[in-house]
């Protein structure tokens, strides 16, 4: 096994480091402090390909792979986890899917928009009564003469408040679940949708999250993939979100561990360094520790995503490992910087605000835990 990285990659990530340092840490403060979504610093990353990483070139993206991709979220929430989430759903969970399922007239339409930051995207899966049963869809899409009417309420939808489009999943089948679900792509200017703010969330904050509520007519050929066949593709999709998510949460985690480094060799108990106390070097061993094991995993789910047709036990090991190491990290930071990080406004503390979704959004950890149960109890 090659677990060295290639030139390129080596040359991708330093770049978008670069990025992240010079551009997006400079504004995160206000990102949270303000949660207005950033729009500003979205452009920016769009204007380096960092929208449509993963997207071919042909369809305007940088055409890169998927360790890359996972680098290069690594180093953006390094900086700022809202904005490595916002490009991730619309590389990940919109563009991605439009790339795999999407007809040619969807994909001309879309991708380069997308690829480039004219237009970002939306994934409106979840709703009041269906997160982890994501199957249960109580959005109902009625066939008409030429399309479909659409009713029901999506919740959480990340990037709403500035989509151009999203993909809209909808029981055409009510009662068969997974079996009778359909994916559309929706304009967000399309009449009969209205978006409602969520209420304030502990972190990830400026992540232009709403609630949409859809009474809207649409037309057969904004069908993603086909009819009825639309959960196989949020499925699909949220392999890709998960191997992001796990990548979000390994730069979090490493901002916190930096953090906690910096504070311990500076700061002087007992007219010395906590950093050369044997409680505060175990701690920081942990961190780095658990943080490498998850990494491993989260870029060997990305090579997965490249070389085979499934790779959903890989994403939920990645996400699971990656967000909990990060917890844990973002965790004993506040246990080393103690006062200083647990004041509003520092690093650690905000750090520790948004490392806190990464083990709730696109499948909580018990969601992670059942997926791969079953597969190692089914092939044992």
Not at 15 to 29: G, K, M, W, Y
Not at 67 to 91: D, F, G, K, P, R
Not at 234 to 240: E, H, I, N, R, V
């Amino acid at each position: 096994m090659i677990l060295e990285l290639t030139k390129e990659q080596e040359s991708f990530k330093s770049s978008v480091e670069q990025f992240a340092r010079d551009v997006v840490a400079l504004r995160a403060p206000a990102i949270d402090k303000s949660g207005e979504f950033p729009s500003d610093v979205i452009h920016a990353a769009a204007a380096r390909g960092l929208l449509g990483v993963t997207i071919p070139t042909a369809w305007g993206g940088a055409g890169r792979d998927y360790v890359s991709y996972a680098l290069a979220l690594e180093a953006i929430a390094h900086a700022s986890a809202t904005v490595a989430v916002s490009l991730s759903v619309t590389n990940s969970l919109v563009a991605e899917l439009i790339a795999y399922a999407g007809r040619e007239s969807q994909r001309g339409r879309w991708l380069r928009r997308l690829a480039t930051g004219d237009a970002l995207g939306a994934f409106a899966l979840s709703e009041p009564e269906s997160g982890t049963d994501a199957a249960n869809q109580q959005t109902r899409a009625v066939k008409t003469a030429d399309g479909y009417r659409v009713t029901g309420r999506k919740v959480w939808v990340a990037n709403a408040e500035e989509a151009s489009v999203a993909v809209v999943f909808a029981a055409t089948r009510p009662g068969l679940r997974g079996q009778g679900v359909t994916a559309f792509l929706v304009p967000m200017n399309t009449p009969g949708i209205t978006r409602t703010a969520r209420a304030d969330s502990l972190g990830v904050r400026g992540l232009g999250c709403m609630d949409l509520d859809f009474d809207i007519r649409v037309e057969d050929d904004q069908v993603l993939g086909s009819v009825d066949r639309g959960f196989p593709l949020a499925m699909w999709a949220l392999d890709g979100g998960r191997i992001a998510i796990a990548a979000q949460a390994l730069g979090i985690g490493e901002a916190a561990l930096d953090e906690a480094i910096a504070y311990a060799k500076r700061r002087e108990q007992f007219g010395r360094p906590i950093a050369e106390y044997q409680a505060i070097q175990w701690m920081l061993a942990d961190m780095a520790t658990e943080l490498a094991a998850a990494r491993v995993l989260t870029l060997r789910a990305a090579a997965a995503k490249d070389t085979q047709e499934k790779c959903t036990v890989e994403a939920a090991m990645a996400k699971l490992a990656a967000s909990e190491a990060a917890h844990r990290a973002a965790d004993r930071a506040m246990q080393i910087l103690a006062s200083a990080g647990y004041r509003r406004g520092s690093v650690v503390e905000r750090l520790f605000r948004d490392v806190r979704a990464t083990e709730i959004y696109q499948g909580t950890s018990e969601a992670q835990r059942m997926i791969i149960a079953a597969r190692i109890l089914n092939n044992p």
